[in-house]
């Protein structure tokens, strides 16, 4: 069994920006896994600072392929690599240039996966731990507390990307067209596999997730506080939030354009459901209370609720 794992080729897709800070520290992480199948491909988002420099020089190792491209913002630069990835691989590791991976990081999602069903559509992804720039330890993630499904998939997004590994059914089935709108790579990934294959979750933390305030999305650990950051946000924030949200209601309805042909007739009526809510707050009360949807913590969903509620 583990002769037979460690035949399988994992490919490594790191998107870089002006990463310069930490990219040393990623990098080296990755080389000492224990894992040893592995290749790295790293696309650069448009680097005008020392970036470039490095990877060239980290290039010069056999399992490193750098790709230099234009600028295209995190998600579509996640999108392009799964594009041009290497389709003899078996499995994908998505990767974040601040972080530092454990050494038997892609040991154990490897396992994992080696375990299911290879034929249908997979997406691993684990706890992470969270520092500081200094690697002073914050905290952990909420492990999930209910189901990871599409129910739960098109309210939320509880996949962190740079913890994901799919497999080549995965990478096939984004490859089908990729969105539009969407927040991140990470969220459609979840919405994708949750529909036609299966997430799976590990409760231990392989990586040393860096918060620091150049993170494209960084997490909220302190519950009193997530919730005070986002009821007292200031007026001028607030609209520079909305600029940048991509309403969950979009998200879903390209999904559920895109994929129509493949889902069941269940999953189409639940998600026609959800983009066709009805025009009353009344009969919007009633929809709610039946709703199959829902988010993991109870607090977010009963506020998810409201908002839906008054189409927030």
Not at 228 to 241: L, Y
Request: charged fraction near 30%.
């Amino acid at each position: 069994m583990l002769k037979e794992m460690n035949s399988k080729k994992v490919q490594i897709l790191l998107s870089t920006y002006n990463g310069e800070k930490y990219l040393n520290d990623l990098l080296k992480s990755l080389l000492t896994q224990t894992y040893k199948n592995i290749n790295i491909l790293i696309r650069d988002d448009g680097s005008i600072d020392n970036t470039i420099e490095i990877l060239k020089e980290y290039s010069k190792q056999d399992n490193i392929k750098v790709v230099l491209g234009e600028n295209l913002g995190a998600k579509n630069s996640f999108f392009e690599l799964i594009k041009i990835a290497d389709e003899n691989y078996d499995y994908y590791s998505f990767c974040d240039q601040d972080d530092i991976w454990i050494d038997e990081k892609t040991e154990k999602a490897i396992k994992l996966l080696e375990n299911e069903n290879k034929d249908i559509p997979l997406l691993y992804f684990s706890n992470k731990t969270v520092v500081d720039e200094s690697l002073n330890l914050i905290g952990y993630v909420s492990n999930p507390r209910r189901e990871l499904s599409l129910e739960n998939a098109i309210v939320e997004n509880l996949v962190s990307g740079c913890t994901i590994v799919i497999n080549r059914r995965t990478r096939e089935s984004l490859l089908d067209r990729f969105p539009k709108y969407t927040s991140m790579h990470d969220n459609w990934m979840y919405k994708v596999v949750s529909a036609f294959g299966k997430v799976i979750y590990d409760k231990n933390s392989y990586i040393l997730y860096r918060q620091h305030s150049n993170n494209v999305s960084g997490v909220e650990i302190n519950f009193i506080k997530s919730w005070k950051s986002k009821i007292f946000i200031s007026k001028s924030k607030r609209a520079i939030v909305r600029e940048k949200r991509v309403h969950v209601l979009v998200q879903v309805k390209e999904f559920y354009d895109i994929f129509y042909e493949r889902l069941s007739d269940s999953q189409r009526k639940f998600l026609e459901d959800f983009i066709n809510k009805p025009n009353t707050i009344f009969k919007r009360v009633i929809y709610v209370l039946k709703a199959k949807w829902y988010r993991q913590k109870i607090f977010d969903d009963l506020i998810f609720k409201i908002l839906v509620i008054f189409r927030r």
